[in-house]
């Protein structure tokens, strides 16, 4: 059960149907990127006119626009500036000048995955197969965690809304019902909208 607000982003559990979940694909990360990526941000490609790279999607958590994501980050690796030794690490800090600099991200559109809501929800039944957008905090450094939540006063049918509920984590009987800040089992809403692997548009220019 869930007493305490403690989001964590989007954690990947598995997918929808039956296929096996690929751990992660590797994109790269402009060097001197200036914005903290920590685990459980949602990310995307974007077109640097030279190359395309990774960013953390800042923008599109109220639902009102289609923002295109590639899927969530799960880590990266680089060159230290400092050490000259490779690093791997949970959390891409900002502003580090690494030219080879990679995201581990799960870019699997049909991926399970788990969401702290940011508060509780009263008719606690009515919420599989909705739609519901997401806050989308800064991720905190020091612990090198996401704070992504799941915006639980906009559950609702808006079809820009990023995250469909799928089940509460431990199903109808477990104790996530109830709870004053549940955590559920969520997907990628209408991916073939808005997943930059399922849609056909290209990474926007930055």
């Known amino acids: 059960m869930s007493s305490v607000a403690a989001p964590f982003g989007l954690r990947p559990i598995g997918r929808l149907d039956s296929g096996s ?4 694909r ?18 995307q490609l974007v077109d640097q006119g030279n190359e395309i790279t990774i960013q953390r999607m800042t923008d ?29 690490d949970s959390l891409w800090p900002t502003g580090t000048v690494a030219s080879d600099a990679m995201a581990y991200v799960v870019a699997d559109p049909n991926v399970l995955f788990e969401i702290q809501a940011d ?3 009263t008719n606690t039944k009515e919420v ?3 739609n519901a957008p997401i806050v989308n905090t800064a991720p905190n450094a020091t ?17 820009t809304d990023m995250l469909k509920i799928v089940d509460y984590r431990g199903g109808a009987k477990g104790d996530e019902i109830g709870s004053d800040y549940p955590v559920f089992v969520c997907r990628f809403n209408n991916v073939a909208a808005f997943h930059q692997l399922a849609t056909n548009a290209a ?3 930055v």
């Open 21 to 24: 979940l690929e751990p992660f």
């Open 26 to 43: 590797q994109y790269p990360i402009a060097s001197g990127y200036a914005a903290n990526i920590a685990v459980g941000d949602v990310v």
């Open 60 to 88: 599109g958590e109220d639902g009102d626009t289609a923002v295109l994501f590639v899927g969530i980050f799960v880590g990266c690796e680089y060159t230290d500036p400092t050490s000259g030794q490779l690093r791997q």
């Open 119 to 121: 508060g509780s929800i």
């Open 128 to 130: 599989y197969g909705r």
């Open 143 to 159: 612990f090198k965690q996401s704070r992504i939540a799941l915006d639980i006063s906009a559950i609702g049918t808006t079809t």
């Open 203 to 205: 990474p926007a220019a």
